[in-house]
């Protein structure tokens, strides 16, 4: 992966900070940033959902460095912006059920902690911080596709807390003159995905059950449809919006493939490439879920020259022989 580079300057003279770095988008990002030789890339990261075999292959990189903390701890925070050029923030608790299974803790950990990480980056006079939003504050708007200032109600406790952070980031903006680009993804999917325990995402669980020769369970009547999105997608979105030198004002930018794929059309897809014939278990629709999400993704690409590089099928079968290979 990452064989094509999405910036065109020497990243040997900046220091990264990436917090949710040993999660599954911050790891793929910390990939990105050693392979081309990043001065420093240090992640923040206190292991609740990810993981120590995702930065396992940084360990012996001398460019590296593991800072264990909690976003909710100001001073946490603060050490770890210390010395950094650049910030991307991807740290959060993901998932809408686990927040409408616990909706206070993910309130603290997203809301609080993306705070404590704005105020920890504008005192520490970083020159970038880049924050992951979601494609969740689409919220109930019935617009496809999705263009960034036509926002409904949130559906879940966690899109209320994605949407809290994009109003503090615009306020960091407008009072403290802190710009920040917040990148709302769309179904993420790719290597270093968790594919277990009860919050797991789609992709990875669908992998998981063709290599296993099981039956997927789909939520609803399997044409449900969403806009899959590569990780490497994600990285060259945060690398060209963190070296993006004219910003004026807070921003916000689809982050997507600009695709639709029914869950339907995705087990076809990742049963054929396993050459396995299994029909899927279908059960009620999940609470908090839309029904159907799409990007318009012009915005990004006019301002950060964004292209999705690598489309959805061609990742599936990527992150398919990743799974694969990891299970031998
Ligand atoms: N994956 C997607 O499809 C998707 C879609 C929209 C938005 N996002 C957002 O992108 C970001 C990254 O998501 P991901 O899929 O890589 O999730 P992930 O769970 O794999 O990564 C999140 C990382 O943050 C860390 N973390 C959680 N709470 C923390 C805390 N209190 N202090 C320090 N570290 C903490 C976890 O240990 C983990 O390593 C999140 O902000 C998520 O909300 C993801």
């Keep these: 992966m990452y064989e094509t580079s999405y910036h065109n300057i020497n990243l040997g003279q900046y220091k990264f900070l990436i917090t949710g770095g040993a999660g599954f988008i911050g790891s793929n990002l910390t990939e990105y940033l050693l392979k081309y030789g990043a001065g420093k890339v240090r992640i923040l990261d206190d292991f609740s959902t990810g993981s120590r075999e995702n930065i396992k292959p940084f360990l012996d990189n001398p460019a590296f460095e593991l800072y264990e903390g909690d976003i909710r701890d100001i001073e946490a925070c603060r050490r770890a912006v210390e010395g950094m050029d650049y910030i991307s923030h991807q740290a959060a608790l993901g998932s809408v059920p686990r927040s409408i299974n616990d909706p206070i803790t993910t309130n603290e950990v997203n809301i609080s902690g993306f705070l404590n990480m704005l105020v920890a980056a504008r005192d520490a006079n970083i020159k970038r911080m880049i924050y992951a939003a979601s494609s969740s504050t689409y919220g109930d708007h019935p617009d496809l596709p999705k263009v960034e200032d036509k926002i409904g109600n949130p559906l879940s406790p966690y899109a209320i807390t994605k949407y809290v952070n994009e109003l503090y980031a615009g306020t960091f903006s407008k009072v403290y003159n802190f710009h920040t680009i917040g990148l709302r993804y769309f179904n993420v999917f790719g290597p270093k995905q968790d594919p277990d325990g009860a919050y797991a995402a789609v992709i990875p669980l669908f992998i998981k059950a063709a290599l296993s020769a099981e039956a997927p369970f789909i939520n609803g009547d399997g044409k449900t449809s969403r806009d899959f999105t590569f ?98």
């Design 231 to 328: 990780v490497e997608n994600a990285v060259q979105a945060n690398i060209r919006a963190l070296f993006f030198n004219d910003l004026h004002e807070h921003q916000v930018v689809n982050i997507a493939c600009g695709e639709s794929t029914t869950l339907n059309q995705l087990w076809k897809v990742i049963s054929s490439v396993e050459d396995v014939d299994i029909q899927p278990h279908y059960q009620p629709e999940r609470e908090g879920d839309v029904k159907h999400s799409l990007a318009d993704i012009s915005k990004v690409n006019g301002l950060l020259g964004y292209v999705p590089s690598v489309k959805v099928k061609d990742g599936l079968v990527l992150t398919y022989s990743w799974y694969k290979n990891k299970k031998k």
